[in-house]
DNA sequence: AGCACGCCGACT
DNA sequence: GTCGGCGTGCTC
């Protein structure tokens, strides 16, 4: 008698649980599935959408633990998540140790994770019948932006894709306002499964010799994985190798995954690439909807867009014939996710590289120690451009005392004679001040009290605009300012320290003839302001520019000569071991703003540590001897990139209950690992009491990453299993910021 | 994560 | 007497 195992797959279900799930179907069913399918399947009293990870084989035996439940439906015909993807899931997922249905859940757009159909439709306008009477156009005369949408569709009498429009800046909202005077029409079309011959839109620039010499080392490469660290100073010309070695990709008709840092997908950054290349542009980044991030992901998975460029989250996109990745600005911290799943898009792009088999480039000026680690081992192969293209020459530094100096307004007279110089020769003047709002204490006059936020061991900043109240940078927490001191009663408070907006008003009154602008994520918090900014700044006049690290970030602002950083003080005295690195890159990017002209460039330094050695190491001999001298250290430290890390994070309503925990899994930790792995703490967070609630966390490091992985592993499970609610947990493996 | 079951305070 | 607070336990 003959009784047949049930046909059953394995899948894993979007819930914060590391096992996966296994249920049965139908013969047929087993027949069709495939792995990267989404199923639905009943789930404890819910339904949820499933994915595929495998056919269970069928000479295996059921487990007799569980009750074998049925599934309800196959959603998909083709695996929605191919094979390269869904083992790039699988691994991120062991390697960060995080439950891999939570993993695929932030790869998928949400309409596909919701289970909605797999439609290849897109949106495409085109002009009305009215839109061809003469005179309806007339009406347009006072909205420029829907003129020229108009004006662009005209040009493409069959329709035009949205995603098109939106990537020329023409948005949805001016498309909908002229669909509702019926000039314009908008209709569903199938995406386009072929991709069309690349074309170079504009002809290719000339490269200089060291930039010849990169592509000659990149280009025969191109047909196999191969990691490069393309380390040149702003300036050299990053750029224009990337867009070469795409255009060589490009051309063979395969595609190209661009990564840039949050910040730095601009209309810029899109303009470039659209002024080189004629083909299809996918673009993904966090302020998309779900249906345009559903197209998105579409036009890079059906084949179409040859170009896919985005942020982070864009790293897991289907990319059938993916032929290059170029993750641009590499130091950037925002590649590595700081919640939930806390992957670094880096580090999974030379692993998605090497299953696509093709060539991972990382840029930068300010090369992250640990790439630089990475090119020493020979793991990538390390690209240097020195030249800084046209005739532009590197600025000098100089740093300038502030304890000695005699100061107005927070500036130092020396650097205010320089900035009404550098105004009179008709530049512009850059002031770095990475704290915005207008003063970063309130202070008692009569008794030294200060405002403090309720929730959290830090200072309210003040804020005067746009009107004044106290506001926390750390959980959010917004409070009017008190009329007077509410321990003591008197009734000056006074604003102790620089913000920028203090700054702002400080130069005002400084330099009242000439525009002072203000960049930071105050004064750009309204869609556009930003592009406003920018524009005056390209208009060729003296001006002075203050803001965050928002201005630090991969824009050209070619008129400025004088460059003034005005403290950076609390980079330096951090007790974080990369504070000294990302104090070093923050400066070095800052200070390539400067001199990309003609003119030759200078970078005022302010601040109360000129001794410190970082400054000096920096100033004489520049970023790559820093990075030469950190690495030594690191070493002698025992700290990362020569040992691995993971660190473990909790936090609870109660301060020693948390600890306590941690304490007591620290000792099964190191019981369990012996010598192999370290535990450094635990001890309170550097902001133990944030939004009211106790933060404490411990280092975990080994010099293999093996064992370190392999016991955290298995004592992580533990942990999660075992340990009480009212303490959250969470893992973080390749921290980056112990905040 | 959901969603249930389950045991203790203020209400028609 | 109930309605409902959210503590803990499970999901193939």
């Not at 035009?160 to 002229?178: D, P, W, Y």
């Amino acid at each position: 008698m003959n009784n047949p195992l049930p046909f059953r797959i394995r899948v894993a279900v979007p819930v914060p649980i590391h096992e996966y799930f296994d249920y049965e179907v139908s013969a047929q069913q087993y027949a069709d599935i495939q792995a990267g399918m989404r199923v639905t399947v009943p789930f404890g009293r819910q339904t949820c959408v499933a994915i595929v990870i495998e056919k269970v084989a069928l000479d295996v035996p059921p487990s007799t633990q569980f009750k074998l439940k049925k599934i309800i439906q196959i959603l998909d015909e083709q695996p929605l998540i191919d094979p390269h993807i869904l083992q790039l899931l699988t691994w991120s997922a062991q390697y960060y140790m995080y439950p891999l249905g939570e993993v695929i859940q932030s790869a998928l757009p949400t309409r596909l994770r919701q289970g909605h159909h797999y439609d290849c439709v897109t949106t495409q306008w085109q002009l009305t019948p009215l839109a061809h009477e003469e005179n309806t156009l007339k009406q347009l005369k006072r909205s420029e932006k829907q003129r020229l949408a108009v004006e662009y569709i005209q040009t493409h009498p069959h329709g035009v894709l949205e995603t098109e429009l939106n990537l020329h800046g023409i948005s949805t909202a001016t498309l909908k306002a002229l669909e509702k005077k019926q000039l314009v029409q908008q209709n569903e079309v199938q995406i386009d499964f072929s991709r069309k011959p690349v074309g170079l839109a504009e002809k290719q620039l000339t490269a200089n010799t060291e930039q010849l010499q990169a592509l000659e080392q990149i280009v025969p490469t191109l047909q196999n994985y191969a990691g490069y660290l393309l380390d040149g100073i702003t300036g050299s010309g990053k750029t224009e190798v990337y867009l070469q070695v795409m255009w060589q990709v490009l051309k063979q008709n395969k595609q190209v995954l661009v990564l840039v840092p949050e910040i730095g997908l601009t209309p810029q950054t899109i303009a470039r690439f659209r002024a080189r290349f004629d083909c299809h542009i996918a673009l993904l980044h966090s302020g998309l909807n779900d249906t345009k991030r559903l197209h998105a992901w579409q036009q890079a998975q059906t084949g179409q867009a040859g170009i896919i460029l985005g942020t982070r989250s864009a790293l897991y996109t289907p990319i059938p014939d993916l032929g290059l990745i170029i993750l641009d600005e590499e130091h950037d911290l925002s590649f590595k996710q700081q919640e939930g799943f806390r992957y670094h898009a880096r580090d999974v792009a030379l692993y998605r590289g090497y299953l696509a088999k093709c060539p991972v480039i990382l840029g930068s000026a300010t090369p992250s120690i640990d790439s630089f680690a990475l090119a020493k081992q020979g793991k990538l192969k390390h690209i240097m451009l020195n030249q800084r293209a046209g005739h532009a020459r590197m600025p000098k530094m100089q740093i300038l005392d502030l304890k000695i100096a005699p100061k107005q307004h927070g500036l130092s007279l020396i650097l205010i004679e320089k900035i009404k110089a550098t105004l009179q020769q008709g530049q512009q003047v850059l002031v770095f001040l990475n704290r915005r709002g207008y003063a970063p204490v309130l202070m008692c006059e009569s008794c030294a009290w200060q405002a403090n936020c309720p929730r959290c061991d830090a200072h309210f900043t003040l804020h005067t605009q746009p009107y004044q109240h106290l506001h926390c940078h750390h959980c959010g927490l917004i409070q009017t300012l008190p009329k007077q001191c509410p321990a003591c009663q008197h009734p000056t408070l006074k604003p102790i320290g620089l913000g920028t907006v203090k700054i702002e008003e400080g130069l005002k009154e400084l330099f009242p003839e000439h525009d002072v602008l203000r960049v930071d994520k105050d004064s750009t918090r309204h869609v556009g302001s930003l592009e406003k900014i920018y524009a005056q700044i390209h208009a060729e006049k003296p001006l002075i520019l203050l803001g965050t690290q928002m201005l630090a970030k991969g824009h050209h602002f070619p008129h400025v000569s004088l460059v003034a950083i005005l403290d950076i003080d609390a980079g330096l005295l951090s007790v974080d071991f990369r504070a000294p690195e990302r104090t070093a890159q923050l400066i070095t990017q800052v200070a390539g703003r400067a001199g990309r002209g003609d003119y030759h460039g200078e970078v005022i330094l302010q601040t109360l540590r000129p001794e410190h050695p970082i400054l000096h190491t920096l100033l004489e001999h520049g970023y790559r001897t820093f990075a030469e001298q950190t690495l030594k250290e690191r070493e002698t430290a025992c700290l990362p990139p020569y040992r691995y890390s993971i660190l473990i994070r909790s936090d609870a309503k109660n301060e020693q209950h948390n600890l306590a925990f941690l304490s007591q899994n620290a000792k099964l930790l190191t019981d369990n690992a012996q010598q192999s792995v370290d535990v450094w703490g635990p001890i309170p967070a550097p902001m133990q009491r944030k939004a009211g609630k106790y933060h404490a966390h411990m280092l975990l490091l080994a010099s293999s990453r093996v064992q370190l992985h392999h016991y955290v592993k298995h004592w992580w499970q533990y942990v999660r299993a075992t340990a009480p609610s009212d303490i959250r947990l969470s893992i973080d493996v390749d921290p980056q910021e112990f905040g």
